[in-house]
């Protein structure tokens, strides 16, 4: 293994299988010592983009370097990467504890309980280094693969939906864990997911991948709160999209009309300021009310069609005059009634909160 130590860079990085092209000419740097997430729907390239990364997959053009080292041609054992699967893959057959020094063992080093000792510590599984892996359970077994590839010191850990197997709640636990220990240990991740929860739970930055490309890359509240395309706005979380038209500007606004009605989003609010556009507005952003729109805000009357209690909040979906149907997010911590269904409603919104984003011509 190289000690040399540097971003994670791919420069455009293709991979294709006969005349299917699975990634295409992806470029991105992953800087050193960060949490970064492949986020996308199933088929849409991550996992050749994570097998690429570790020298499995060859690809067809690109580079991908580790700090200043072209490691294109590197067999996988070669290149300061380890991956941990789905699939934690420990061998049946041999203590945690050696499950975990196999690396080390592999390379000759003698001396190995110590370390072995501090990585069982590290994800939290003290005292467990006696038993074989089929005493331990799922959450339990994925934290000593996690241990066996981290001793090795790699440069860059892949994770490739190492999750995915457990249930949601433990689910939850260990995506709180494996940022403590990346966070911990320094080595920059690399985890491929197609839940988006899990990757803004973890991640420093989050690649948004869409059929072999990269929709939008950045920092998971960024692309939340303003994101880049309907792609990422209906990937990552949910969004109220309206079908909109630009038709001018008012100071820092743009005045919009959506469906007959007008409305003004902050200039600064928008990734496109002409023609056909998105208005989007996030579900928990938006409120209902039967009385009076606070002053400032933007509106829209619609008929209650479902509520759905989900504990921290309330789920309402209200048809529009237009026929869309808004979903609004209602947080149960006040003491407002609920609303029933038929219910006649204003949704309001604060324009600083909605944002604008192209709309291919004919896109509805
Ligand atoms: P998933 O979340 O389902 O694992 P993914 O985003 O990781 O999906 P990939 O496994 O990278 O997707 O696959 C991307 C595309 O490339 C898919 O359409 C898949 O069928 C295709 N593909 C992957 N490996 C091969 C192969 N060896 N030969 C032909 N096509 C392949």
Same mark, same amino acid.
């Given at each position: 293994m190289t000690e040399q130590q540097g971003d994670l860079q791919l420069i455009g990085v293709t991979k294709r299988f006969g005349a299917f092209t699975a990634v295409d000419d992806l470029t991105l740097t992953v800087p050193r010592g960060s949490f970064f997430a492949l986020l996308g729907?199933? #088929?849409?390239?991550?996992?050749?983009? +994570?097998?690429?990364?570790?020298?499995?997959?060859?690809?067809?053009?690109?580079? /991908?370097?580790? #700090?200043?080292? @072209?490691?294109?041609?590197?067999?996988?054992?070669?290149?300061?990467?380890?991956?941990?699967?789905?699939?934690?893959?420990?061998?049946?057959?041999?203590?945690?504890? @050696?499950?975990?020094?196999? !690396?080390?063992?592999?390379?000759?080093?003698?001396?190995?309980?110590?370390?072995?000792?501090?990585?069982?510590?590290?994800?939290?599984?003290? #005292?467990?280094?006696?038993?074989?892996?089929?005493?331990?359970?799922? !959450?339990? &077994? &994925?934290?000593?693969?996690?241990?066996?590839?981290? =001793?090795?010191?790699?440069? /860059?850990?892949? +994770?490739?939906?190492?999750?995915?197997?457990? @249930?949601?709640?433990?689910?939850? &636990?260990?995506?709180?864990?494996?940022?403590? =220990?990346?966070?911990?240990?320094? =080595?920059?991740?690399?985890? /491929?997911?197609?839940?988006?929860?899990?990757?803004?739970?973890?991640?420093?930055?989050?690649?948004?991948?869409?059929?072999?490309?990269?929709? &939008?890359?950045?920092?998971?509240?960024?692309?939340?709160?303003?994101?880049?395309?309907a792609f990422v706005a209906n990937f990552l979380g949910q969004s109220n999209l309206l079908a909109a038209e630009v038709h001018g500007r008012s100071g820092d606004d743009l005045l919009v009309e959506a469906y007959g009605t007008r409305y003004t989003v902050p200039a600064a609010r928008a990734r496109a300021a002409e023609g056909t556009v998105w208005l989007g507005v996030r579900p928990e952003k938006l409120h209902l009310t039967t009385g009076e729109v606070p002053s400032g805000h933007q509106s829209a009357t619609g008929l209650v069609t479902d509520s759905s209690y989900m504990g921290v909040s309330t789920q309402y979906l209200v048809r529009a005059p237009w026929g869309d149907e808004l979903t609004v997010f209602v947080p149960n911590s006040g003491v407002a009634a609920p609303l029933s269904v038929a219910s006649e409603v204003t949704v309001h919104w604060r324009p600083e909160h909605a944002f604008l984003l192209p709309r291919p011509a004919g896109e509805t």
């Open positions: 729907a199933s #088929g849409c390239g991550k996992t050749t983009t +994570l097998r690429m990364i570790a020298g499995l997959e060859e690809p067809t053009a690109g580079q /991908v370097l580790l #700090g200043d080292q @072209d490691v294109t041609n590197l067999r996988p054992y070669k290149r300061p990467v380890n991956t941990v699967f789905q699939s934690y893959a420990l061998f049946p057959h041999l203590s945690i504890s @050696d499950n975990v020094a196999f !690396g080390l063992r592999r390379r000759g080093v003698k001396q190995y309980a110590d370390q072995v000792e501090q990585m069982l510590h590290l994800v939290e599984m003290d #005292g467990f280094g006696k038993r074989k892996p089929s005493q331990l359970s799922g !959450g339990q &077994q &994925q934290r000593v693969a996690l241990a066996r590839a981290l =001793i090795n010191r790699p440069q /860059v850990l892949l +994770l490739d939906e190492p999750l995915g197997a457990l @249930d949601l709640k433990l689910r939850r &636990q260990m995506q709180v864990e494996l940022k403590r =220990i990346q966070t911990e240990v320094g =080595i920059t991740f690399v985890h /491929v997911t197609h839940d988006q929860e899990e990757a803004m739970t973890m991640a420093d930055t989050v690649a948004v991948m869409n059929a072999g490309r990269i929709e &939008q890359l950045g920092a998971p509240v960024e692309m939340y709160d303003f994101p880049g395309t």
